[in-house]
C-alpha cells in the first residue's frame, strides 16, 4: 500500500462517516447501518498493518482525517445512545444480546 493509498483510504472513510452522520440525524437506521458495515469494511485494512509512515503534508492530511472521523463518530455516538438507552427500556432483556 502506498503512501497515497492511505489517503485515499481515509478520504473514502472520513466520507462515510460523513453519510454515517447525515443518516444518524434523519433516523435512517438501516442506512446507517448499511454505511456502518460498509466503514467497516474499508477500515479493516488498517488492521493489517504494512501500510507505510506518511510524513510532511501527507502526515498531516492523515491527522486532519484522523480527527474528522472522530468528530463524526462523537456526533453518531451523541445521536445513537440516546436511542438505544430508550430502545433497551422498551425491550427489556435486550441488552444481553447487544
Known amino acids: 500500500m502506498t503512501s497515497n493509498d492511505v489517503l485515499s ?3 473514502n472513510i472520513a466520507g462515510m462517516t460523513n453519510k454515517m452522520v447525515v443518516a444518524a ?7 446507517l447501518n ?6 467497516a469494511s474499508a477500515a479493516s485494512a488498517t ?3 504494512g501500510m507505510p509512515a506518511q510524513a510532511g503534508a501527507s502526515r498531516l492530511r492523515k491527522i486532519d482525517l484522523l480527527k474528522q472521523i472522530l468528530a463524526n463518530d462523537r456526533e453518531i455516538r451523541a445521536i445513537t445512545e440516546p436511542w438505544m438507552t430508550q430502545l433497551s427500556n422498551v425491550m ?3 441488552r444481553a444480546r447487544m
Open 9 to 11: 483510504m481515509y478520504e
Open 25 to 31: 440525524r434523519s433516523s435512517d437506521w438501516d442506512g
Open 34 to 39: 448499511t454505511l456502518e458495515n460498509q466503514c
Open 47 to 49: 488492521m493489517t498493518g
Open 92 to 94: 427489556p432483556g435486550s
